[in-house]
């Protein structure tokens, strides 16, 4: 059982920042893939970033390529959304996802075994 703990939502204005954080529990982290998701009232949960255990990142809207950057800290069990230039259509529940096999590639969620509860990103125009 892999716990996993989303932080740093919160409200801001178009063209603000946040940095959302993960943690996830488990001896092997370095091993995990990790996907960041978001779903927004009405739409289907969308992939944002995964990042392999390579350490790759891959962005798979083209709306936050540029905008959006992630990265992880494998001794801290910690994965990074760092999210600039933030637009209202931005507006959702951001999810951290992980793979513990590490093989997840896809946006499918079902690739991901363990989620968090999601923490609300708002941004006002």
């Known amino acids: 059982q892999v716990q996993v703990m989303e932080s740093g939502g919160g409200m801001v204005q178009s063209g603000g920042s946040l940095r959302l954080s993960c943690v996830a529990s488990?001896?092997?982290?370095?091993?995990?893939?990790i996907g960041w998701f978001r779903q927004a009232p009405g739409k289907e949960r969308e992939l944002v970033a995964a990042l392999g255990w390579a350490g790759a990142t891959t962005y798979f809207p083209d709306s936050v390529k540029g905008r959006f950057s992630s990265s992880r800290d494998n001794a801290e069990k910690a994965v990074y959304l760092q999210m600039n230039d933030l637009k209202p259509e931005d507006t959702a529940v951001y999810y951290c996802a992980v793979d513990p096999t590490g093989m997840a590639t896809g946006d499918s969620p079902n690739e991901y075994a363990y989620w968090g509860q999601g923490t609300q990103v708002t941004v006002s125009s």
């Open positions: 488990g001896r092997t982290f370095s091993a995990y893939a």
